[in-house]
């Protein structure tokens, strides 16, 4: 077994990996090329080959700025030997930094879920792939008064994303994200579409964003990737009407199913409204967390 750094001459056979062990969450090559490109993320990528030189596990931890409880492991993998070598790598990176936790996800029921387990991880949180299926056009969103909604426009993008940091304030563990990585990840990604952002304003305030996309590796399905309000437009029916507004987009080019990931304790309600307009929980993806020092 041989754990060495992730290069960027792996990401197709990675890209490749990741979707087949683990197919609910598929990966491609454009959003493997963007997390490994994010210069402001402290990020350390590794791939894992067995014994005949095949790659057969891919690893990345994220150590978040300011945090200093726990490493994030993000493992795409066969729950198997090289699994394993990838978790004791990941646990030593912990141990090396002084954190004294490490924090994996899974997908509830899965093999790599019950590795985990096995190591003495315990589930601290959940959150969910949610998918709505589109029979027919979707209803028409009705606006609070005041607002006024429309496709991102140049030089809107720090104000969108100042408004996300600050919808995102109160959620589970949600760090400060540089605004230069937000803008690496959302505006420079190779698939970005300003006219599938929806920008609701009121006044010159953004009241709050639907930051949409095509779900990677997911044909025609689109991607809800964030969707936030301020808490100020709170309780007015505003985050509704956005949802709503993504699913008609996306229905107008002719996408007919549309998903996003939610935290499954999210304080504002989200689950619920999801729900209520039509949504059902696909996936349950577990956090799970072992104490490493």
Not at 59 to 70: M, S
Not at 83 to 112: F, K, M, Y
Not at 207 to 236: E, F, H
């Given at each position: 077994?041989?754990?060495?750094?992730?290069?960027?001459?792996?990401?197709?056979?990675?890209?490749?990996?990741a979707?087949?062990?683990?197919?609910?969450?598929?990966?491609?090559?454009?959003?493997?090329?963007?997390?490994?490109?994010?210069?402001?993320?402290?990020?350390?990528?590794?791939?894992?080959?067995?014994?005949?030189?095949?790659?057969?596990?891919?690893?990345?931890?994220?150590?978040?700025?300011?945090?200093?409880?726990?490493?994030?492991?993000d493992?795409?993998?066969?729950?198997?030997?090289?699994?394993?070598?990838?978790?004791?790598?990941?646990?030593?990176?912990?141990?090396?930094?002084?954190?004294?936790?490490?924090n994996?996800?899974?997908?509830?029921?899965?093999?790599?879920?019950?590795?985990?387990?096995?190591?003495?991880?315990?589930?601290?949180?959940?959150?969910?792939?949610?998918?709505?299926?589109?029979?027919?056009?979707?209803?028409?969103?009705?606006?609070?008064?005041?607002?006024?909604?429309?496709?991102?426009?140049?030089?809107?993008?720090?104000?969108?994303?100042?408004a996300?940091?600050e919808?995102?304030?109160?959620?589970?563990?949600?760090?400060?994200?540089?605004?230069?990585?937000?803008?690496?990840?959302?505006?420079?990604?190779?698939?970005?579409?300003?006219?599938?952002?929806?920008?609701?304003?009121?006044?010159?305030?953004?009241?709050?964003?639907?930051?949409?996309?095509?779900?990677?590796?997911?044909?025609?399905?689109?991607?809800?990737?964030?969707?936030?309000?301020?808490?100020?437009?709170?309780?007015?029916?505003?985050?509704?009407?956005?949802?709503?507004?993504?699913?008609r987009?996306?229905?107008?080019?002719?996408?007919?199913?549309?998903?996003?990931?939610?935290?499954?304790?999210?304080?504002?309600?989200?689950?619920?409204?999801?729900?209520?307009?039509?949504?059902?929980?696909?996936?349950?993806?577990?956090?799970?967390?072992?104490?490493?020092?």
């Amino acid at each position: 077994m041989n754990v060495r750094p992730f290069v960027e001459a792996d990401i197709p056979a990675v890209a490749a990996l990741a979707s087949e062990t683990i197919p609910e969450l598929p990966l491609t090559e454009t959003e493997l090329r963007t997390w490994f490109t994010n210069p402001a993320a402290d990020s350390t990528f590794v791939v894992v080959e067995d014994d005949e030189g095949r790659l057969s596990a891919y690893a990345d931890v994220l150590d978040l700025e300011g945090e200093r409880r726990r490493l994030w492991l993000d493992l795409r993998a066969r729950p198997d030997a090289t699994a394993e070598a990838a978790v004791d790598w990941a646990e030593g990176i912990a141990r090396e930094r002084g954190l004294p936790a490490l924090n994996a996800t899974a997908i509830a029921g899965s093999g790599l879920a019950d590795l985990f387990g096995g190591r003495g991880y315990r589930q601290i949180r959940s959150s969910f792939r949610m998918l709505i299926e589109l029979e027919a056009p979707p209803p028409q969103p009705e606006w609070p008064a005041g607002i006024v909604t429309r496709p991102l426009e140049p030089g809107e993008e720090r104000a969108v994303y100042e408004a996300m940091e600050e919808a995102f304030a109160d959620a589970w563990e949600h760090p400060e994200v540089p605004s230069e990585a937000w803008t690496h990840i959302m505006v420079e990604a190779e698939d970005f579409d300003p006219a599938l952002w929806h920008v609701a304003r009121d006044g010159a305030e953004v009241a709050g964003a639907a930051v949409c996309r095509y779900a990677p590796g997911r044909p025609g399905v689109g991607w809800v990737r964030q969707l936030g309000v301020r808490s100020p437009w709170r309780r007015r029916g505003l985050g509704t009407a956005l949802l709503l507004v993504s699913f008609r987009t996306f229905w107008e080019r002719g996408a007919h199913a549309v998903g996003l990931g939610v935290d499954g304790e999210n304080t504002t309600g989200a689950v619920a409204l999801y729900e209520r307009a039509g949504m059902h929980v696909e996936h349950r993806i577990d956090q799970l967390e072992r104490e490493v020092s």
